[in-house]
């Protein structure tokens, strides 16, 4: 068997850092997903996660699915929805495959308004959805009448205006808002007060400059301030733009993707390109809500640990101890669980720095040889969604990665470029 130096690996994941430090993303425009998506042939959805088929999918997703069959018309009553999910009618693509990332379910369809993001450095384009709120919604997999209007008013009024607000605005850096973010107690995955602040602050005035009815402007104004969760997925885009610029470097362990569908947690690797390796979700465990317990929750899903990818997200927790409110737990549980991480990272992020930890740039590039020698799984705060389709959000809370999807990459990875060792 063919060996592979391990100094061969670190300069490999060396450029993976290089090119996380060094990219520029940018929220550009706003587009309906048809406009951009290949939704032509017959009727197409995407989901978060690895790929995965009806058959396969957790109540939430399939609540989700529902959601959005009624949502663009496609059936007109529950059964009809239902009949039509599990039929040949409809094909079913990973967001990743596109370049999208969406939290939870993550279910896009083509009425569906996209933000636009590019990296500037690696010309590498991300898109993410409108943000719900939180609650009953459709990425938890509820499908009541009140979430189809609420998506409507989304896709039908925020969305254009939005379009027409950054056409004024230009081209917004999302970098220096998600950094002044993180040193204001956020981390950008299931905190995001300061961000959501410094994005509505400067959007503001060319909200208010687009001369459209006034009952709308004020309408989206007060949507975007009151719901803290709306830069979420401008975070996300982000950071699938980054993290796609670290896609393809030969011999890199590091993890490009990690995402959740419900039923499976996948890992794409640097050096294997776009394959997932996957293993089963775990159930999250944390706060719940009145009524509802972990008997009642839904396997892990979403894409939104594509920020665990990039260096925030839970492993940016210590800077923000204050989201134990939202996730259970207290602040020494954040702050270990973000000293922990730095046994299975590359390296670290120097523009996201930890105030708790003297300053220190957040663990970034989950290692896959790393996560295998320590056995060590990164650390994932999330949602937690009923298990069953059409009740929606329980709760939030905390959950691993399994430790499956890195055994089975790195014997992908020492099959491609031979056994690891270490030199004399």
């Not at 406009?35 to 989901?47: D, Y």
């Not at 919604?137 to 409507?152: A, D, I, P, Q, S």
């Not at 709306?230 to 982000?238: G, K, R």
Request: with cysteine; glycine share 10%; net charge neutral.
């Amino acid at each position: 068997m063919k060996e592979c130096p391990i100094n061969k690996i670190r300069d490999a994941n060396r450029r993976v850092l290089d090119r996380i430090a060094r990219s520029e993303p940018i929220l550009y425009d706003v587009r309906l997903a048809g406009e951009i998506m290949p939704f032509k042939n017959g009727k197409t959805i995407l989901h978060a996660g690895p790929p995965i088929n009806w058959p396969n999918m957790s109540g939430a997703m399939r609540g989700a699915i529902i959601g959005a069959i009624l949502y663009e018309k496609w059936a007109h009553s529950l059964d009809d929805a239902m009949a039509l999910a599990n039929s040949t009618k409809i094909s079913y693509y990973s967001t990743h495959d596109f370049g999208i990332v969406a939290p939870m379910a993550g279910i896009i369809t083509p009425s569906m308004y996209l933000l636009c993001v590019k990296n500037l450095t690696f010309d590498k384009m991300a898109f993410s959805n409108l943000n719900e709120g939180l609650g009953q919604v459709l990425r938890f997999g509820c499908y009541k009448n009140e979430v189809l209007t609420h998506l409507h008013w989304l896709n039908e009024v925020l969305g254009p205006i939005l379009k027409a607000t950054l056409k004024l605005t230009g081209p917004i850096a999302l970098r220096p808002i998600m950094i002044n973010a993180v040193k204001s107690g956020d981390e950008c995955h299931n905190r995001h007060v300061a961000a959501n602040k410094f994005f509505i602050d400067f959007l503001r005035p060319y909200l208010i400059r687009i001369g459209l009815h006034h009952f709308d402007v004020v309408k989206v104004l007060e949507y975007i301030e009151r719901n803290y969760y709306f830069f979420l997925n401008i975070s996300l885009a982000a950071c699938k733009s980054i993290a796609d610029a670290t896609s393809d470097i030969p011999y890199s362990t590091i993890v490009s993707a990690l995402s959740r569908n419900g039923y499976e947690t996948g890992i794409r690797i640097s050096g294997l390109g776009d394959s997932w390796y996957v293993d089963k979700s775990f159930i999250p465990s944390g706060n719940f809500f009145d009524g509802y317990c972990l008997e009642d929750a839904n396997a892990d899903m979403g894409d939104s640990t594509i920020t665990e990818t990039v260096g925030i997200g839970a492993f940016a927790m210590a800077a923000a101890p204050q989201i134990v409110d939202y996730l259970g737990g207290n602040a020494d549980d954040v702050i270990r669980y973000s000293e922990l991480m730095y046994q299975i990272t590359f390296g670290e992020n120097k523009h996201f720095q930890i105030n708790q930890f003297g300053n220190r740039g957040t663990p970034t590039g989950i290692d896959i040889l790393k996560v295998c020698e320590t056995g060590i799984t990164p650390i994932i705060n999330t949602g937690i969604a009923h298990k069953d389709g059409g009740i929606g959000q329980i709760g939030a809370g905390y959950v691993r990665a399994p430790i499956g999807c890195f055994e089975k990459a790195l014997n992908s990875f020492e099959k491609k470029y031979g056994k690891i060792y270490h030199p004399a």
